[in-house]
């Protein structure tokens, strides 16, 4: 769905969520969409001179909306796989991140080899859902929305949580000091992408619009706005 705005700028619509901190998630006050990847997305577009809109929707059926080819631009911590590579166009990678497991803080879990039989919270249609099916015999419980796993560990309902190591950790600082904590090493090192249409003919300017950021240290800027101590 891209369609031709005032002079002939193209405008398309990107596909996000709105509740992924600190990537995408609504201003508490302003209720605008805000985060690291609306502002790298903001600045690609402008510099590959396309204009943007943001639909939000949850992680699950933007995947679905992608794979689909439904919508042209996806932003959303998206980790780039083989698999999702076969239906799914990426940009060069803008973010390493990896897995990291969150139990209650007096939990006995030390890392993710004590999870066998253990309710385990994660997202639907994440990598962390597939690493817990692929790689451990945790019974696995993917929500809509990871906030619910999250509450979920912190009020004793679940024994854990597996998720994208920065969200954890966000989550942690804001709503789980002393309650909850991560165990273990880092799981899976993956890299996030913008998404594209297959085949998308933006890929190759977006790309070069992201390289010009990092080059000209606009990457490092937004990387500290949201990731600097
Ligand atoms: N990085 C993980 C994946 O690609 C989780 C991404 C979740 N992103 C979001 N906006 N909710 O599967």
């Not at 991140?97 to 004590?114: A, F, H, R, T």
């Not at 994660?122 to 451990?136: A, H, I, N, P, V």
Request: charged share 30%; hydrophobic share 35%; glycine share 8%.
């Amino acid at each position: 769905s891209s369609s031709k705005s005032s002079g002939d700028v193209k405008k398309y619509t990107v596909a996000t969520d709105s509740n992924f901190k600190p990537f995408e998630y609504l201003n508490p006050i302003t209720g605008e969409l805000e985060g690291f990847d609306i502002d790298i997305i903001k600045e690609i577009a402008k510099r590959a001179e396309f204009e943007v809109e943001f639909e939000t929707m949850d992680f699950d059926g933007l995947l679905a909306g992608m794979q689909s080819g439904r919508y042209p631009i996806g932003v959303a911590g998206m980790s780039i796989t083989e698999k999702r590579k076969e239906s799914i166009d990426f940009s060069i990678p803008y973010y390493d991140s990896g897995l990291i497991l969150m139990v209650p803080e007096n939990s006995n879990i030390q890392s993710i080899d004590d999870v066998s039989r253990k309710k385990i919270g994660s997202r639907q249609g994440s990598t962390s859902q597939t690493y817990l099916k692929e790689f451990t015999s945790a019974k696995v419980e993917a929500f809509p929305e990871i906030v619910t796993a999250y509450l979920d560990v912190k009020e004793g309902r679940l024994d854990g949580a597996l998720y994208d190591l920065p969200n954890v950790k966000n989550y942690i600082a804001t709503e789980g000091e002393n309650k909850l904590k991560t165990v273990g090493e880092v799981l899976q090192g993956e890299s996030y992408g913008i998404a594209f249409s297959k085949g998308s003919e933006i890929v190759d300017d977006a790309n070069k619009a992201l390289q010009s950021m990092i080059d000209d240290g606009t990457y490092a800027e937004l990387f500290e706005k949201y990731f600097g101590e």
